[in-house]
């Protein structure tokens, strides 16, 4: 296969990191735009020196001009606390992104991949969720600038594909972890580590009989990877999760297991809106892409414990005070 022009908008985010890292390694061409909201530059520094990859402090709010051949779209605020904190940039992160990824894909005539993510599903009715599944978004909730800003932007893929041909792809992300997580990002497990780490009490919102299912990050950049080379009529969307699904409780007991920790579990106020239940019907993943998820919730938060025992936790900067 031929060296290809690959753009990744919010490449030095979690996800991003690994992605553009995979990349690299693989010897494409990549660029990496990113406007440093919830990232810093850390996930990245060790790419830095390669002579395949470029970093452009960009917002993709704004328009872009490069010439790609293929371009994952992966900018936006991914966790509560971040997304919620300006929720009106939110919307437009996602949607005018969209805009402009799409954009250049027409011009370029390139592949398009979109982070969407099982969030448009809201607080599901239909267990475990398949892709035909429309959703129970609360359009006017705290959440709904980025459920509704996801779902928008779907709907631009799907438009751009059918009224200008662009060559798209759209993933379903569910929960995802591991290292690069921002330490201060307010999800369930980088607030769960760290706590557990701090020997302070592992906070519950809500009574934690709630659920999720958990992916490991390779497992995600996999599927990422395998969807950007699927087949040409398969423009998605499709779910790309880990099945096993655990309520939050048994998330913080296993925490407190594998770190050896002493902290207390202790419950909080339950947040607005928190879906009750959530796990990946991955049927369509594996008969497309035939991709799975490899890496077990124990062995990925081992890991992701490992990486959190070896980071400076004070050196990193809360991108938000709400979390
Ligand atoms: P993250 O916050 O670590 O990464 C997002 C990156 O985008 C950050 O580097 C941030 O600085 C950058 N960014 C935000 N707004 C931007 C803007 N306007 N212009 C340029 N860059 C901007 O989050 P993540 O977990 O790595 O998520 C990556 C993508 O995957 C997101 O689109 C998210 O919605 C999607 N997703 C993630 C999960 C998950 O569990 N991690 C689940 C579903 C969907
Ligand atoms: N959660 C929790 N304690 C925390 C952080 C989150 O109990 O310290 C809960 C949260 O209410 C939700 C689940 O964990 O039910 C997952 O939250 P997260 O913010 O990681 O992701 P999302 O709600 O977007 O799936």
């Known amino acids: 296969m031929s060296i290809r022009r690959i753009l990744v908008t919010g490449g030095a985010g979690f996800v991003g990191s690994h992605l553009c890292e995979r990349l690299v390694n693989e010897g494409q061409d990549v660029i990496c735009i990113d406007n440093f909201f919830t990232s810093q530059k850390s996930n990245i520094a060790h790419l830095l020196n390669s002579p395949n990859f470029e970093l452009i402090r960009h917002d993709v ?21 971040h997304y919620q904190y300006n929720p009106i940039k939110t919307m437009k992160t996602s949607v005018l992104g969209a ?57 631009l893929f799907f438009d751009y594909h059918r009224h200008n041909r662009v060559k798209i792809k759209v993933v379903r992300i569910f929960n995802t972890y591991g290292p690069n997580m921002h330490p201060h990002d307010g999800r369930v497990v980088s607030n769960f580590i760290r706590q557990a780490l701090a020997g302070e ?60 920790s002493k902290s207390k579990i202790v419950q909080r106020e339950a947040v607005v809106d ?35 025992r070896s980071i400076d936790i004070d050196s990193f900067r809360a991108p938000t005070p709400n979390y």
């Not at 051949?69 to 606390?81: Q, S």
């Not at 009490?201 to 958990?214: A, E, H, K, V, W």
């Open 61 to 81: 709010t704004h328009p872009m001009w490069l010439e790609v051949d293929e371009i994952y779209n992966l900018a936006c605020p991914a966790a509560p606390g």
């Open 99 to 155: 805009i402009h990824v799409l954009g250049m894909a027409k011009r370029c005539n390139a592949t398009v991949l979109q982070a969407s993510t099982s969030e448009v599903y809201g607080d599901p009715e239909v267990h475990p969720q398949p892709e035909s599944y429309r959703g129970a978004v609360n359009p006017i909730g705290p959440r709904a600038c980025y459920d509704e800003g996801k779902r928008a932007a779907e709907t």
């Open 201 to 260: 009490d592992l906070t519950i919102y809500g009574d934690g009989s709630q659920t999720r299912s958990f992916q490991y990050v390779d497992d995600l950049v996999e599927g990422l990877y395998r969807m950007m080379h699927g087949p040409d009529d398969f423009p998605g969307p499709v779910n790309i999760g880990n099945p096993g699904e655990f309520t939050i409780r048994q998330l913080a007991e296993m925490v407190i297991e594998l770190s050896g």
């Open 274 to 308: 928190d879906p009750k239940q959530r796990q990946p019907d991955i049927t369509l993943a594996k008969a497309k892409l035939d991709w799975q998820p490899n890496i077990a919730l124990r062995e990925g938060l081992q890991k992701t414990i490992e990486y959190f």
